[in-house]
């Protein structure tokens, strides 16, 4: 994947992960940590409240609050997180556009070389960062550790990618336009944007961040990170590791706090120059308010699986269950929906029940397949949608409804109807409803008739009806007999309609992060290759 680079095993308590190495990687870090606790020491001040980050330092506000991080599971305070002030996050643009103007005039292949080092961190520290994800957004903990080491390796393939494709430039020569003679020559570069804000969500806090610090970083931008509240502390310790890689002091900063206090203010902040966002509707208020700021937005979907008469039913029915309840249904490209051929429902529904009842409920220590969603909000707006089908006639296959705090079992739903909230609304939460359909174009129809396009999936053993199929869903990416899923990372993710603006994908990021640039030279006679 790395050409020259190569993989080594190492192990993090129990767990195994590779780490990238190369002499580059293995040249000193900027600064030595003798034991992990000293590593992250700097991040937590002595009230035990984590800081903030600026012109590269961890500090306390001014403010004197903190912001309180719930976990899931228990429901009881687990982190406390700084609350930023707005004079705070001005400075935290002032340094970044100074930074970023020395960063910009860095050679690709330093700036290569620092991320190489922030990935050879971050496999070495996964496991703290890992158990920060368990506490603050219940994730399941083998689940937890794979994102910490899949960002490692999204930002060595960055690092990567970006020496060659930023690398790359162009020449145009100005008679290849008619009437115009070969006397110009136009340099076709890239440059940086400037500040990219990057605002990930609760439920991939490291992976989705990463996906947006490595390319602008990459690309010569400086950036100004505001996580989730919900994985604030994972993305602290995750910051932790670039810090400790060297980065020039004010290229990389991360605010914490209210929403209501600095929300506004960093997305419509003059200093922005880029806004990457992942999330829900907040996205649609950004891009309102953004004006002639470039965006990179992923805003949720409502993934349907469509599944035709021919299709093999035991390969649908287990991408359905990993789809649509693996992180209890927390995901963007989650299967919401399924669409099934009325001929064969009830043989799919049936090989769906089987395997909801082996998924395993409980807590994210014990890698249990169902953990609690993140909030109590959260799970009263499921179980709001749930009960308003329920009212409207769905029909529960895997028993009654259960619920326990924000632990919600799995539930799966037949014979839901387009009347029911569940239809169209976005449940991210362990629930799958049913549509029995009497063909692909109802299906489809149903399917472009929502307000979101992310993604989605069509199970079908015939090439032709899976091409067409695709052709006519209006969403950003179909899967052919597999479930909706975001990677590999450097494959193109975008969504139509409410679900985005953009496209993401390590390439597509990269060049969402830089402009175009034409310096055109006018010469004094025509220039004829061999003339």
């Keep these: 994947m790395f050409g020259p680079w190569y993989h080594l095993y190492i192990r993090i308590g129990n767990s195994p992960c590779h780490l990238a190495s190369s002499v580059k990687v293995a ?8 034991t992990m606790s000293d590593f992250y020491k700097d991040i937590v001040a002595s009230t035990g409240i984590y800081k903030f980050y ?51 005039k860095t050679p690709l292949w330093k700036r290569a070389e620092c991320l190489h080092k922030v990935a050879a961190l971050m496999r070495q520290h996964a496991q703290p960062i890992a158990d920060c994800l368990v506490k603050e957004v219940a994730k399941p ?3 937890s550790l794979t994102e910490v080491i899949r960002s490692a390796d999204l930002i060595d393939y960055t690092a990567e990618e970006g020496l060659r494709y930023l690398g790359e430039g162009q020449l145009l020569n100005s008679d290849s336009f008619p009437g115009n003679p070969r006397n110009k020559l136009c340099l076709v570069s890239k440059v940086p944007l400037g500040v990219v804000l990057a605002i990930p969500p609760f439920n991939y806090p490291v992976n989705l961040a990463v996906s947006k610090l490595a390319p602008a970083l990459m690309a010569g ?30 290229l990389l900063s991360l605010a914490t706090g209210r929403g209501s206090e600095i929300g506004d203010f960093l997305t419509m902040h003059p200093g922005v120059n880029c806004i990457s966002f992942t999330g829900g509707d907040t996205g649609i208020s950004i891009s309102k308010k953004a004006g002639m700021v470039p965006l990179q937005m992923e805003l ?20 359905i269950i990993k789809g649509g309840f693996s992180y209890s249904g927390q995901r963007c490209t989650a299967v919401k929906l399924v669409l099934v051929a009325e001929s064969v429902a009830d043989a799919l529904v049936g090989e769906v029940a089987e395997g909801v009842k082996k998924l395993s409920v409980g807590m994210p220590e014990n890698d249990c397949d169902i953990t609690p969603v993140v909030s109590e909000s959260s799970a009263n707006f499921i179980e709001g949608l749930i009960m308003d089908a329920k009212e409207k006639g769905a029909v529960f296959v895997t028993g009654d409804y259960k619920r326990e705090g924000n632990l919600i079992w799995p539930v799966l739903l037949d014979k839901v109807t387009r009347d029911m909230r569940l239809a169209w609304e976005e449940p991210f939460g362990p629930v799958l409803p049913i549509i029995r359909v009497s063909s692909p174009e109802e299906a489809v129809a149903h399917c472009n008739a929502s307000k979101y396009g992310l993604q989605g999936c069509v199970f079908t053993k015939d090439i032709n009806a899976a091409i067409a199929i695709s052709d006519a869903m209006e969403t950003g990416t179909v899967q052919v007999n597999s479930a909706p899923a975001r990677g590999p990372d450097h ?19 990269l060049s969402m992060m830089v402009k175009t640039k034409s310096t055109v030279i006018n010469l004094e006679k025509e220039s004829y290759t061999l003339g």
Aim: hydrophobic fraction near 35%.
């Design 27 to 34: 040249r000193p870090l900027a600064k030595e940590y003798s």
């Design 54 to 104: 600026l012109d590269g330092q961890w500090r306390e506000s001014t403010s004197g609050k903190a912001v309180s991080i719930t976990n899931p599971s228990t429901r009881q305070t687990c982190f406390q997180v700084q609350a930023c002030t707005q004079d705070e996050v001005n400075k935290m643009f002032d340094t970044a556009k100074v930074a970023q103007k020395a960063w910009a």
């Design 141 to 143: 903990a083998k689940d």
């Design 221 to 250: 931008n400086a950036v100004v990170l505001k996580p989730p509240t919900q994985g604030a502390v994972a993305g602290i310790h995750m910051l932790q590791c670039f810090h400790a890689a060297g980065l020039p002091a004010g």
């Design 300 to 319: 949720g979907g409502k993934d349907v699986c469509i599944v035709c008469a021919d299709a093999d039913l035991t390969l649908a029915a287990k991408h």
């Design 491 to 509: 494959f193109p993710f975008q969504g139509f309609r409410d679900s985005g603006i953009g496209s993401q994908g390590i390439r597509n990021s």
